[in-house]
């Protein structure tokens, strides 16, 4: 395995390539969750909304699930 040299440079482009990737994560999320409320799974699954929903089931506070 190649030894990576972490220069300044090399930190900044790996941080922003990773970011990049949470962003495509964070999108495909929201697709997928829109596709929950839509089919409407909160209410037959006892979560009074899609914030309660996403809170319990992605284990994230109320602020971040709105």
Known sequence: MERVEWTPDRIEMEL???EGMIGQI???QAQ???EVDRLELPRTD???TIVDWVAS???VRHSTAA
């Open 16 to 18: 922003v390539h990773l």
């Open 57 to 59: 089931r992605l284990d």
């Open 46 to 48: 006892g979560s009074r």
């Open 32 to 34: 997928l969750i829109d």
């Open 26 to 28: 964070r999108a495909r």
